[in-house]
């Protein structure tokens, strides 16, 4: 095995280290970029609001006095979503019941007004292709020109009644052939993430406005810049990342749980400053592989103090070169492999600065709470992982992903959505890295702490 670990004997002649250096097959994959907690929680939260027809002449007048009216409530923000809408613009859904609400009784009785209408693509009121009965003979527009429907406000912030004693005593509504017709919708409770997913909104539930960026996580455009920034090498970080977890625990000293990082920062091609394996079983004699182990040594913590090593000797004068004392370390910042020494002995890092910020870590699995918490305050810019935990793991935030089929089913997961969360104090992006070959996955037990 030592064999085919080692590094090409020209090697020493280059002070980048590239994972061609090493005799390793890249993995062939492709990277999913999680979604954050709000994200995955805007997929599906919905909240309903009261929508009402008004005189197209009457609609800032009308606007004023709502919103005067609702202005001390707790009030749910709902800016993503159009105000005024014409008929036409309605959603599929809609224009069959707004063409009946023109033709109903002014005197309706308010038990029926209050009734929630359910607004789903898939109503066969949307079909009138094939149904007949439920086309309209004629557009709402040629019959009520002057109408706009509105979007008065979110039905927990006032009462049914409250507002159609409201709008049905003002002068314009008086004045008018109209009264209040007021329906309760659903509509998407948080802005939209991208131009794709306000069409689809505005076709199923309310006309909905992409305001160019995403309030619940990274913008979009930034995602896929990364993404293609590193989809060239991140086979080959992955594929070194597998190596230097299995290192380790061939040698007995940890989980096959692997960790590479690279610095993007001082060259145009990405060059590896680390490589390190888990280690929780190093130096504990008779282990039998229960129980956490050193915790301290995760592959993600090594790889984190392995950089701090690297910096504090770079930064010494005295110290030509980084060296290796000897002495047990908590956190295993020794090189403990064959990879690991190599990587070690000649990748270059600049002296000082914050520990790992702007680098990024390549990881087989995804890292427990613990580790997470020590990316981030380590100052990462991008993480990828392999292996999703959904028992341990702090990164993912959704509850399915693509990847379901690696542990044989959907799992829920801890959703805690670490890497981009408005409580802490740094984010960084994350993907999730999906082979093309499972048989290049290491997947351990997910009750394992990565």
């Not at 619940?216 to 590193?230: L, S």
């Not at 999703?388 to 089929?405: F, N």
Request: a negative charge; aromatic letters at 6%; hydrophobic letters at 35%.
């Amino acid at each position: 095995m030592s064999s085919s670990l080692s590094p090409r004997t020209s090697l020493s002649q280059s002070n980048s280290i590239e994972c061609n250096d090493y005799h390793l097959s890249p993995r062939r994959g492709r990277l999913i970029a999680l979604q954050t907690c709000a994200e995955a929680h805007a997929q599906i939260q919905t909240t309903e609001a009261y929508i009402v027809e008004i005189p197209l002449q009457s609609a800032n007048t009308i606007l004023k006095i709502v919103d005067g009216a609702i202005r001390d409530s707790n009030h749910i923000n709902l800016q993503h979503l159009r105000r005024f809408v014409k008929p036409e613009h309605l959603p599929n859904s809609l224009k069959h019941h707004a063409q009946h609400a023109a033709q109903t009784s002014l005197d309706t009785d308010l038990s029926l007004l209050s009734t929630p209408i359910d607004i789903h693509i898939n109503s066969p009121i949307l079909d009138q292709n094939t149904s007949t009965h439920h086309a309209p003979s004629h557009r709402p527009e040629e019959t009520h020109p002057s109408i706009l429907y509105f979007l008065a406000s979110a039905a927990s912030v006032i009462s049914h009644q409250s507002l159609y004693s409201l709008l049905s005593t003002t002068d314009l509504f008086l004045a008018s052939k109209l009264k209040p017709h007021l329906r309760i919708i659903s509509v998407p409770l948080f802005p939209p993430t991208s131009e794709e997913q306000a069409n689809g909104w505005s076709q199923s539930y309310w006309p909905t406005r992409y305001k160019g960026n995403n309030p619940q996580g990274p913008h979009p455009p930034i995602v896929a810049r990364a993404a293609v920034e590193m989809q060239n090498h991140a086979g080959e970080f992955m594929g070194l990342a597998r190596r230097a977890g299995l290192e380790t625990a061939l040698a007995l000293k940890g989980e096959p749980i692997g960790a590479v990082i690279v610095d993007r920062t001082q060259s145009e091609e990405p060059a590896i400053a680390v490589a390190a394996g888990d280690a929780r079983w190093e130096g504990i004699i008779g282990h039998t592989r229960q129980g956490p182990g050193n915790v301290t040594t995760h592959a993600v913590m090594r790889a984190v103090a392995i950089v701090a090593k690297k910096r504090k000797a770079l930064s010494d004068e005295q110290q030509a070169a980084a060296t290796t004392s000897g002495i047990p370390d908590s956190f295993a910042d020794e090189p403990l492999t064959l990879l690991e020494k190599d990587v070690y002995q000649r990748s270059i890092l600049a002296a000082g600065g914050y520990l790992c910020l702007n680098l990024e870590i390549y990881l087989t699995h995804e890292p427990c709470v613990m580790c997470c918490m020590a990316i981030l305050h380590s100052r990462f810019s991008r993480v990828v992982f392999g292996q999703r935990m959904t028992r341990t793991g702090g990164l993912t935030a959704d509850g399915k992903t693509d990847c379901d089929t690696y542990t044989g089913g959907v799992s829920e997961g801890l959703g805690y959505g670490l890497f981009w969360r408005p409580q802490l104090n740094w984010k960084f992006l994350t993907w999730q890295w999906v082979d093309h070959d499972r048989s290049q996955t290491t997947l351990i037990d997910e009750d394992i702490h990565a």
